[in-house]
């Protein structure tokens, strides 16, 4: 089975930067997308990023001017490089590998904005 295991997550103060990392061990002929989506207590999962198995790429609208999203095909990982953080992004970020008929998703990461 695929393994999708994430990593950066943390406590960090408004205003404060974190890069989230997400590895991917894929041993089929398939290709993939990837995706990271956070959820907050209580709320639904939402949308973040996506890096397409094409190399395209696109942000929710409402970090697109803060957050973005790379992609490392060679080493099968995908970034999420978080700048100027609010305390309204806090939540778990979870990252998902799209292969169309299934989803292979991480364990998540918390990341917690707070003074």
């Known amino acids: 089975q695929v393994q999708v295991v994430e990593s950066g997550g943390g406590l960090v103060q408004p205003g404060g930067s974190l890069r989230l990392s997400c590895a991917v061990s894929?041993?089929?002929?398939?290709?993939?997308?990837m995706h990271w989506y956070r959820q907050s207590p209580g709320a639904q999962r939402e949308w973040v990023a996506t890096?397409?198995?094409?190399?395209?790429?696109s942000i929710a609208t409402s970090v697109n001017d803060r957050f973005s999203i790379s992609r490392d095909g060679v080493e099968n990982l995908v970034y999420l490089d978080m700048n100027n953080l609010k305390p309204e992004d806090t939540a778990v970020y979870y990252c998902?590998?799209?292969?169309?008929?299934?989803?292979?998703w991480g364990q998540g990461t918390q990341v917690t904005v707070s003074s």
């Open positions: 998902n590998a799209d292969f169309g008929f299934v989803d292979h």
């Open positions: 894929e041993t089929s002929f398939t290709a993939y997308d």
């Open positions: 890096a397409s198995s094409s190399g395209k790429k």
